[in-house]
């Protein structure tokens, strides 16, 4: 909240715009959070920033705040734990502010702590500022972070903990421990994020000698401060209404000189917090993470009734059924019914629906003013359910999804081992892509959507990527190789391009047909069980294959393909018996279902040519 209630206008829209230059100066990419007409904006324009800065009436959100302002449409400025909330949740594992809050002088009466703390103790991130806000109880504040298991250090040569406008504080309180430079604190963060811990982590930056208040030192700040509450006491000032009661005070006795050291302080913290992030971003990144980048629609099934006669200007009878959709998205769900937390989708949208909002797969959106949501409509047979024709208005990721959108998310494209991309993206896209995953060393994951004539964007880029799925048609146009046999082309195809290392190529009823490493594999497709003979959905079946087989993978690269084989076939059959386009019985599936699977239904041959 320092660009809403954290310093006077202008000086706070000046600030901030600063902060955000310090940050892309020392090579990360500025975040700002806020919440924006009901709705939690990551990263602000200028204008929303400007606008943010210079309204009236501007809320301040913590974490039980949040479903009010939004439900509300209001627009708010996030406190220390609304933010860390919303940055887990993105994420974002570390970010600068000035002071966070703590536990008020008079806490033995009133109570008074702030919900800060008790997110330091729940949220895994990393909050870099200057200590606590300085008109706090410094010692019960750290003694209470102690309680919820929040590491506290102090970056600097000693581990004294600042006291916001001064470098330490007249109780004598300490941090855990000094972290002395940022490759230090880079690994801090790191472990931390390895060890899975359900709580964050404190570094407190003292702000520079040359820049410390300097009236006085901190014992006439100190005194400012006690005789401020004290006059808050006897005006009848309580609540929340007294913390700007006393920094107003302090400006106004320092001559304004408080507003110049604060700025300096979360100039400071901003250059630690990105040089920090820099740091982290350069250490191996976790193998199992993966993000994919695509489609995510509003999908209108429609499946016609058996006896329909097709009479020009009449309605047809038909069965309805709307979803979120998109290959990329119904991967993303699949995998989070699979319980992989280390997934994420990227994509665009248009003014996002309540149907979009309501979801739970993790996904990182970015909403494009005057697009439109991209949507698909199926039309489906009435007794075989398979798709008889569909139509898309998909334009938004050849316009939105652009080279120019990759960069502006590369630290979050990168931090993954795994990037899996759909055939919706344009072919200058993928080309660019491409170029990231192989810059940075990373596995690209091509999976086809919308046929083959989309399916050949990636033909060119063959010798670049790792693993492919697509259908017998996708991969004949891919090839362009229909006249020989399936199996020959497939052989070839690892022939001519050494990174390959998987191939999926689904063929419905007959099962599917895989390349590993350049041997040939057929696997049949699973018996469906007695109680399932009506196949009521083929439109994700292929998708939750690929999510079966990308669900192993990440648990073991390729080492055991048979496993993964397994994993997909499984999470397939359960979705052609659902209603929906992605089974919600996915979730079911575990490591003791998948080895039934291996001993006692998995039914293959290799391949010799």
Not at 230 to 245: D, H, R, Y
Not at 408 to 437: C, P, R, Y
Not at 530 to 538: C, G, L, M, P
Request: hydrophobic fraction near 40%; charged fraction near 20%.
């Amino acid at each position: 909240a320092i660009l809403t209630h954290g310093l006077p206008r202008p000086i706070n829209i000046e600030t901030c715009l600063h902060i955000e230059q310090i940050i892309r100066e020392n090579g990360s990419i500025p975040a700002t959070i806020a919440i924006l007409n009901g709705r939690i904006k990551v990263g602000l324009t200028q204008t929303e920033l400007e606008q943010l800065g210079s309204s009236n009436h501007i809320e301040k959100a913590s974490r039980r705040d949040l479903s009010y302002l939004i439900s509300h449409h209001a627009s708010a400025g996030t406190t220390v734990a609304a933010t860390m909330l919303i940055a887990h949740r993105c994420g974002i594992r570390l970010f600068a502010t000035g002071g966070i809050g703590g536990v008020h002088r008079d806490s033995n009466t009133t109570n008074d702590i702030s919900s800060d703390l008790d997110e330091l103790g729940r949220t895994p991130v990393c909050v870099i500022s200057s200590g606590v806000k300085s008109i706090l109880d410094i010692p019960k504040t750290l003694e209470y972070l102690e309680t919820k298991g929040v590491g506290v250090y102090t970056f600097g040569d000693t581990n004294e903990f600042p006291n916001f406008f001064t470098r330490s504080n007249e109780f004598g309180s300490r941090s855990c421990a000094a972290i002395r430079t940022i490759d230090e604190a880079a690994r801090l963060v790191r472990s931390m994020i390895d060890l899975k811990l359900d709580s964050g982590l404190l570094l407190a930056v003292p702000i520079d000698k040359n820049d410390e208040l300097e009236v006085g030192g901190g014992e006439k700040i100190e005194g400012i401060i006690r005789e401020s509450l004290k006059q808050a006491t006897e005006k009848g000032i309580t609540g929340s209404k007294v913390t700007p009661f006393v920094l107003g005070e302090i400006r106004r006795q320092t001559g304004n000189k408080s507003i110049e050291t604060n700025q300096k302080l979360i100039y400071k913290n901003a250059r630690i917090a990105s040089q920090i992030a820099v740091a982290l971003s350069a250490f191996k990144s976790d193998s199992s993470s993966l993000i994919i980048i695509g489609a995510r629609n509003i999908d209108l099934h429609i499946q016609l009734n058996a006896d329909f006669i097709l009479n020009k200007g009449s309605t047809i009878p038909c069965r309805l059924r709307q979803n979120l959709g998109g290959v990329a998205y119904n991967v993303t769900h699949a995998l989070h019914l699979l319980k992989n937390h280390s997934i994420r989708l990227l994509t665009v949208s248009g003014t996002l629906t309540s149907l979009i909002n309501e979801d739970s797969t993790p996904t990182l959106i970015h909403e494009i003013k005057d697009e439109s949501t991209a949507s698909y409509v199926s039309v489906l047979d009435s007794k075989t359910s398979e798709l008889i024709c569909g139509f898309g208005d998909m334009g938004i990721y050849e316009r939105q999804i652009t080279p120019t959108f990759l960069d502006k998310n590369l630290s979050t494209i990168i931090k993954n081992q795994w990037i899996m991309f759909d055939a919706n993206l344009s072919q200058l896209t993928i080309e660019h892509l491409i170029k990231i995953g192989t810059k940075y060393k990373k596995y690209l994951v091509f999976i086809s959507a919308g046929g083959p004539n989309k399916a050949r964007r990636i033909s060119k880029y063959l010798k670049d990527i790792h693993v492919l799925f697509c259908n017998r048609l996708e991969f004949e146009a891919i090839t362009e190789s229909s006249s020989s046999s399936l199996e020959f082309n497939l052989k070839n195809l690892f022939k001519n391009n050494s990174k390959l290392k998987l191939v999926c190529i689904t063929m419905g009823v007959d099962g599917v047909l895989i390349g590993i490493n350049g041997q040939l594999k057929k696997y049949k497709a699973l018996n469906l069980d007695k109680e399932q003979h009506d196949i009521r959905n083929v439109t994700g079946a292929g998708d939750s294959f690929a999510a079966g087989v990308m669900n192993q993978l990440l648990k073991a690269d390729f080492e055991n393909i048979d496993r993964a084989i397994a994993c997909g076939l499984l999470a397939a059959k359960l979705t052609l018996t659902s209603p929906n386009t992605i089974s919600e019985q996915l979730k079911m599936i575990d490591d003791i279902m998948i080895d039934e699977i291996c001993l006692k239904q998995l039914r293959y041959e290799n391949i010799d040519l």
